[in-house]
């Protein structure tokens, strides 16, 4: 506030007195506030330290707490399993440390184990390798799948093991291998004889019917095959391998899929062509193995000198000219009834014919082959009815092999 008169403080000189000058200001303009500046940054030094502080420790809880709960999800897969869970050092000493010795089988999802538990239980040990074709979540499908399913012609399933990256299912043992260690093999075909043959039928029907209508959900196996089914000690039939089967919803008939996986010679037409699978992609898988056990050859890689059919063209052509007994396995002549091995070939031709809706369910599969007095339809061209040459199978099986993982292998577990 200023009371003089007012002055111009450029002509101030050395001959004029001096003027007192007062100016009022804010006191966050002075000088004198420099110890408030210095508390202020003293509390924003401990505030932005502190929160450096949290900040780290929220991310070191944090990481602790994603730790626990991944561990805490897999206890919880291992427990949705619902198996008994064994550790990796018991099974590596029931397989004396996974040696070839007791190897039994291998495929693209790894190597097969024949192991005797301290119990003195004997398994058979299948450890699913690092480069496997079958993958993770087949191997969960697998699991899952067969702890849920309890049927006499399905293998069964006795424990797994998750531990680290090692993926391994336990199964009971079967001592005599698979079905295609018999019917394919020159000297061992004989052992079984055509009332075997018929049981051993039977019963993978039956246990396809369960998957398809009896079991709690609707079941499609799509990799049935003679080396997927499993002998027991009385050459009993189960099936095994349930790494590519799927659940169906309920009111589900047909499904497709862009990633064709099976194997050559059993997958129908529908599913190798379109994608297209549905229970009647099993009767079609069922039919094959029926005119195999029949015939004692493979429907991939058959030869004849008359024409370059597989085997389902081959059946088709001797049932046109009335001479479908002649695609008998010759071991079989002493032991067959002639009415029997016809109604066999005609109900594999049936559950083979080119269209899903011309094959019969598995329910009247059962009752044909069952019921001798049963009169059957007559079936239509099988699929896959055209001849090629020996350089075009060759292609198509390499061709399709680029798709196809033969050994088991869910996408996700649910009603697609």
């Not at 192991?115 to 979540?137: F, I, M, T, Y």
């Not at 099976?262 to 094959?288: A, C, L």
Request: include cysteine; aromatic fraction near 8%; proline fraction near 3%.
């Amino acid at each position: 506030m200023w009371f003089g008169n007012l002055i111009d403080i450029r002509e101030l000189t050395s001959e004029k007195p001096a003027e007192d000058i007062y100016i009022r200001i804010h006191t966050s303009e002075r000088g004198l506030n420099t110890i408030q500046k210095k508390k202020k940054l003293v509390i924003i030094l401990v505030i932005s330290s502190f929160s450096g502080i949290l900040t780290l420790g929220l991310a070191i809880w944090f990481q602790f707490w994603k730790k626990r709960r991944m561990g805490t999800d897999q206890e919880s897969k291992k427990e949705n399993l619902e198996l008994p869970l064994f550790d990796l050092p018991t099974i590596a000493t029931a397989t004396n440390n996974f040696s070839n010795t007791n190897k039994i089988g291998a495929g693209g999802f790894g190597s097969v184990y024949k192991g005797n538990l301290p119990e003195g239980v004997a398994v058979a040990v299948k450890r699913l390798s690092k480069n496997s074709a079958q993958g993770v979540q087949e191997f969960k499908n697998e699991a899952v799948l067969i702890a849920k399913l309890q049927h006499k012609n399905l293998v069964r399933l006795l424990g797994c093991c998750i531990q680290g990256e090692e993926r391994i299912l336990l199964y009971e043992y079967m001592p005599n291998k698979s079905l295609d260690y018999f019917i394919f093999d020159h000297n061992r075909r004989a052992l079984l004889a055509w009332d075997k043959r018929c049981e051993i039928v039977m019963g993978i029907a039956r246990g396809l019917l369960y998957l398809h209508q009896d079991s709690r959900f609707q079941i499609i196996h799509r990799d049935l095959k003679t080396s997927n089914i499993l002998l027991d000690d009385h050459l009993n039939p189960k099936i095994s391998d349930f790494g590519l089967a799927r659940i169906f919803g309920e009111n589900e008939m047909e499904t497709r899929t862009k990633r064709i996986v099976g194997t050559y010679g059993y997958m129908s037409p529908e599913y190798v062509i379109d994608g297209h699978f549905s229970i009647k992609s099993d009767v079609f898988s069922f039919g094959v193995l029926l005119l195999e056990i029949v015939s004692g050859k493979k429907n991939r890689g058959f030869s004849h000198p008359d024409h370059h059919h597989n085997l389902l063209g081959h059946a088709w052509l001797l049932w046109e000219q009335n001479k479908a007994l002649e695609l008998m396995d010759a071991c079989l002549e002493d032991s067959c009834v002639a009415s029997q091995v016809l109604r066999c070939i005609q109900v594999g031709l049936l559950c083979v014919q080119n269209l899903p809706a011309d094959r019969p369910a598995m329910s009247s599969v059962i009752f044909m082959l069952g019921n001798e007095g049963a009169t059957l339809p007559q079936p239509k061209h099988p699929g896959f009815f055209t001849e090629r040459s020996s350089v075009d199978t060759d292609t198509m099986s390499a061709k399709i092999e680029l798709h196809s993982e033969n050994a088991v292998t869910i996408s996700m577990l649910k009603g697609r």
